[in-house]
């Protein structure tokens, strides 16, 4: 518990992302089944979509996405962290689901292909980014016309980023706010990309 609070102090400072022998706190089971299932009715799924679970950690929302996709839709599980990414593929293994592929990478690195995914999410990661602006802006690249990044935060989570913030920093990328679920105390924000230059030429008039 008090390597836990350290971590906790630590990453209020810095941009740290939780590390991977801290997985079992993001595993915790208490109303998980609940939350997982308001995110994915957040992030409007259907069969043949293209996911990116960025931050992806253990997998615990990973698989779910995964299993709602097929039978011709993928999953992208990103995370900048090798045992997080081991975790989440022993997930995968153990629960017989094969349509992800797993990627260690930082993001605003410019891995990602352009213009290749339906939908993004970011569940309690984006303050962990250092450079938060490039990570925005690689996602806003990797989705398709009219594609959407959801991002969930939790105010008790040490890296907390509220929706000003979030909205400062991801309007003048491009995107625009599709809808917001919740409270300051625990959200999900949606954020649609434009479906053309048009579109997005008018928005921001």
Known sequence: MLIFIGWGLATRRHAIPCPSWLAWVLESPFGEDRRVASTLTRLD?????????????????????ARQVVPL???????IQQGMLRRAQDRAQITHVTNVDFVQAELGAGTLERGSYDRALLVTVLGEI???????????DALKPGGMLSVTEIMLDPHYQSRRTILRLATPIGFRERGFFGSPLTFTLNLGKPASEAELGRKAA
């Open 45 to 65: 799924l259907r069969p043949g979509m293209r996911v990116l679970d960025a931050g992806c950690g253990p997998g615990r929302l990973t698989i779910p996405i």
């Open 73 to 79: 839709g993928r999953v992208t599980a990103l995370d």
């Open 130 to 140: 250092p450079d938060r602006e490039a990570a925005l802006q690689e996602i806003f």
